[in-house]
């Protein structure tokens, strides 16, 4: 006698599944949020959907984007920004600090997480700024929950969170336990050289003035003081070659992000071509730096992918630079960016997978997250890798209503989106109502 069928939320049929061990031709089943089988025999199911000719990646983290909520939102907001991310395939975001008012404290971090609720369409969890305001209560704000840990901005901010002077930032790196996330950029060099752009007014000047110096003095300085503090590093946006050197030797301690804009524009083309849309900091550097961050890609010193999303609108990007304002969206052309440069050769898909979902969880501790095997969060991302798109201004979700990406046809496309067993996301339509809710993260990790 046949034995009775089990009841589950959610059978994803013969996809291609990038499990850890490789891909396998499977199926899907969640159920209560999580993952129970990858093989539907005796299983019936509420939702089915057929991924014949699709991959099944594990649900994609963007550990670094700015939503600009609470103070900001004529650029962006949780709700825009989130939705964006579930478009583009991304399950969980962690946003940063600089936002009006600026997170340093529970307060600051309880107003996001109730804005958050019942608005997010992804999960979420938002950074702590570093500052000497808070830098002696550091451990115990790192833990609280919805924190994705400590950012700390060594240039190019403003108020409380620039943090460019070696006491400050010794007593940062001495409260806490968890990685520290460094903008490293040197605040002096960059306000010595600022004239060189003042005089010019040309964008193309952009990595001239924040040169390979100005970022090389920064990570220097943060490596040298976590060495004396016993403390681990995120270092974001690596944009130059040297940088790259340096940190290769510092694996032990410090991870590492580059973002899909630095492997994928170059300078002078770049400006050239979008003018201030492609100004971000640090900035797009030439093919040099470029070449060396995908090396760095293929030798595993890069640990994860972060797309740096931060919007600003059309009219301020508008104003003469160097008054223009640095930065560009992000979080919804990560996938299909990078799915675009898996296509072209440029790394494999299971590299991609290990620096969008395997890495975060790992280096973050984000538990049944990152890899796709029974008991594991049901956060998936399906592509079709076969698919050819134009990206265009129109498909981006962004209060800012832009990407410097218009116009550009990428070969793979994020498809759908499931959270925690329910699909999400399909075929550029979000599915409501909005579910995202805090992320989690391994408390003996902390």
Not at 144 to 167: N, W
């Amino acid at each position: 006698m046949a034995s009775p069928s089990r009841f589950a939320d959610l059978i994803i049929r013969q996809g291609t599944v990038i499990t850890p061990g490789g891909p396998v031709l499977a199926d899907v089943v969640c159920s209560d949020g999580l993952i129970v089988a990858l093989d539907s025999r005796g299983w019936q199911a509420k939702d089915t959907m057929e991924a014949q000719g699709l991959h099944v990646l594990p649900g994609v983290i963007d550990s670094q984007v700015h939503f600009r909520e609470p103070g900001l939102t004529h650029k962006e907001t949780l709700e825009a920004g989130t939705r964006g991310a579930l478009l583009g395939g991304v399950t969980a975001v962690f946003e940063m600090p600089n936002t009006h008012p600026l997170t340093l404290w529970q307060d600051d971090l309880q107003d996001k997480l109730d804005r958050a609720a019942g608005r997010a369409w992804c999960d979420y969890a938002f950074y702590m700024g570093g500052a000497a305001a808070n830098a002696t209560h550091l451990a115990d704000l790192e833990t609280l929950p919805g924190c994705a840990g400590i950012k700390v901005f060594m240039g190019s901010s403003f108020g409380d969170l620039l943090v460019d002077e070696d006491d400050v930032l010794r007593r940062i790196l001495s409260h806490g336990h968890r990685r520290v996330a460094i903008h490293a950029e040197d605040e002096a060099r960059l306000m010595e050289r600022r004239a060189l752009v003042e005089a010019s007014a040309d964008v193309r000047d952009h990595p001239r003035w924040r040169d390979e110096e100005s970022a090389l003095l920064a990570t220097r300085k943060i490596l040298r003081l976590a060495e004396e503090a016993g403390r681990r590093l995120h270092l974001l946006h690596v944009s130059t070659a040297a940088e790259m050197a340096l940190l290769a030797r510092h694996k032990r301690s410090v991870s590492v992000e580059v973002t899909p804009h630095h492997l994928t524009l170059t300078a002078p083309e770049c400006y050239e071509r979008l003018g201030s849309l492609a100004q971000m900091n640090p900035p797009v550097r030439d093919r040099h730096h470029q070449a060396a961050l995908w090396q760095a890609v293929r030798d595993g010193v890069v640990d994860v992918l972060g797309s740096d999303h931060a919007p600003h609108t059309l009219e301020e990007k508008a104003r003469p630079y160097p008054n223009s304002p640095s930065g560009m969206t992000g979080v919804q052309t990560l996938l299909p960016m990078m799915l675009d440069h898996v296509n072209a050769g440029r790394l494999s898909l299971m590299r991609l997978v290990d620096l969008t979902s395997a890495g975060p969880a790992r280096l973050f501790g984000l538990p049944g997250r990152g890899r796709i095997a029974v008991g594991q969060s049901a956060a998936l991302t399906l592509v079709d890798m076969n698919a050819r798109r134009r990206i265009e201004n129109r498909w981006i979700a962004s209060v800012s209503g832009w990407t410097p990406y218009d116009g550009v046809t990428v070969q793979g496309w994020p498809v759908a989106t499931v959270l925690r067993g329910q699909l999400v996301m399909r075929d550029d339509d979000v599915i409501g109502p909005p579910l995202g809710s805090p992320v989690r993260f391994d408390e003996t990790r902390r």
